[in-house]
T-cell receptor
Framework: EPEVTQTPSHQVTQMGQEVILRCVPI?????FYWYRQILGQKVEFLVS????????KSEIFDDQFSVERPDGSNFTLKIRSTKLEDSAMYFC????????????FGPGTRLTVL | AQKITQTQPGMFVQEKEAVTLDCTYD???????LFWYKQPSSGEMIFLIY??????QNATEGRYSLNFQKARKSANLVISASQLGDSAMYFC????????????FGTGTSLTVIP
């Protein structure tokens, strides 16, 4: 069964450093998403991406964040200068439709900023 | 106002019993989708069930069913015949076009199945 994959599973970085979180969505999916979940809190939407551009982004997704689909398979989230409060689990998801189909989530990348 | 409200931070259920996890939502959009996800201690998000706002019947997926009461804006998850492996966090979520197809999650309910 196809699945969304994410690498690395755990990333530790120093405050102020740039990190790139990688995701490989399911191959025939066209809609891609990033979410984050701060430990013990609810999942928060960050950004949606379709047709090589951002469709929607939340208030959390400020200028420190960017997304890219550098090739036909990867979908990346870059944080330019990490802050302590960026420590969270980051989930990538993909879907076949921007409408009401369920999104398939990846296993997440735990980002720890020291 | 919160888009999704889950008022039960923690629930316990005896193995083989049924349990209902509450979820209420807030939207003025007539078209929306409601979802339930399971998050085990390992951290991944597992899709369980989906209900569209125009669906006439309550969604069911195996032991999971969604008690959709549109007028009350509630979308409770019912798990029948609970199993030990059902112990996890459960998140209710909503997607609405008016919000730019964003996904709003509730704060979750931690379910513990007791043998």
């Amino acid at each position: 069964e196809p699945e969304v994959t994410q690498t690395p599973s755990h990333q530790v970085t120093q405050m102020g450093q740039e990190v790139i979180l990688r995701c490989v969505p399911i191959s025939n999916h066209l809609y891609f998403y990033w979410y984050r979940q701060i430990l013990g809190q609810k999942v928060e939407f960050l950004v949606s991406f379709y047709n090589n551009e951002i469709s929607e982004k939340s208030e959390i997704f400020d200028d420190q964040f960017s997304v890219e689909r550098p090739d036909g398979s990867n979908f990346t989230l870059k944080i330019r200068s990490t802050k302590l409060e960026d420590s969270a689990m980051y989930f990538c998801a993909s879907g076949t439709s921007g409408s009401y189909n369920e999104q398939f989530f990846g296993p997440g990348t735990r980002l720890t900023v020291l | 106002a919160q888009k999704i409200t889950q008022t039960q931070p923690g629930m316990f259920v005896q193995e083989k019993e049924a349990v209902t996890l509450d979820c209420t939502y807030d939207t003025s959009d007539p078209s929306y989708g409601l979802f339930w996800y399971k998050q085990p201690s390992s951290g991944e998000m597992i899709f369980l069930i989906y209900q569209g706002s125009y669906d006439q019947q309550n969604a069911t997926e195996g032991r999971y069913s969604l008690n959709f009461q549109k007028a009350r804006k509630s979308a409770n998850l019912v798990i029948s015949a609970s199993q030990l492996g059902d112990s996890a966090m459960y998140f209710c979520a909503m997607r609405e076009p008016a919000g730019g197809n964003q996904f709003y999650f509730g704060t979750g309910t931690s379910l513990t199945v007791i043998p």
